[in-house]
């Protein structure tokens, strides 16, 4: 892969012309608060020809556009790329390369494209997935992906707790395998952040209370939107919906 990033220079919009490829932004958006953009994401917003979003069942109305709306100019093309919720290998190679056509497509018309995704752009999102599929399709476009403030830097910033200390380890975990898996992580990581928690809540819950950790953690949902959730009461959730956007903060030395 030729990925050709302008990382040190600073951000200039520039005006692309039919000749000349446009350029391919991954942009994190943060956790959800719109004031937790980073100044270059802003910047490259503003000017942007075309905002890709990823859309999928769950998602239906785009979590990613809603935190950065306000910063996208109403000339700006919305294009939505599907992001199935399975785990089917070829299903998603299969969005993934349709999506990177029509991104493809953009670029190859001069027009800027900013992939805009939540939190990160290099955590746990299709960005990454789309970014080389792209450039497999156009080995030499230039490409500036740019990080945004991950949900869990964002928990442990509204918690006012460190996410590990000196010589303390740090795990990240999707929690949606085994969750039995977690027992090995937690003996090793005295601190975890355990993301994609809703499906299998229970079981992981069941977990850290088996293994006398359920007082060390604090669940967290939608942090950042107006009706964000936080309780160290992992047993009240058990029997309600949990929102696709929620994680839990284990710290074995407390909160
Ligand atoms: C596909 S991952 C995206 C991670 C994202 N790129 C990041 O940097 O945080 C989705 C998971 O991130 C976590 N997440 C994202 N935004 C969140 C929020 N505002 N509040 C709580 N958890 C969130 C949840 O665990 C959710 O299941």
Known sequence: MNLRTSSSEVYRPTVSTAKQRGKLFGIG??????????????????????????????????????VAGKYIPATAEIMEVATPMTRDRQVLEAEWRRGAEKIAAKLNEGLNVAFITIGDAMLFSTYTYLLKKVCQLLPDIEVESVPGITSFAAAAAHLNTALAEGNEKLAIIPAVDDPGQLREVLRLFPNAVLMKVAGQYNEIVDVLTDMGLKDSAVYISRLGYPDQFVTDDLDSMRQKKRD???LILVKQGGF
């Open 244 to 246: 696709y956007l929620s």
């Open 29 to 66: 958006v943060g956790p959800g608060a719109p004031d937790l953009l980073t100044l270059r994401a802003i910047e490259i917003l503003k000017s942007i020809n075309v905002v890709c979003i990823p859309r999928s069942k769950a998602d239906n109305d785009s979590l990613a556009l809603t």
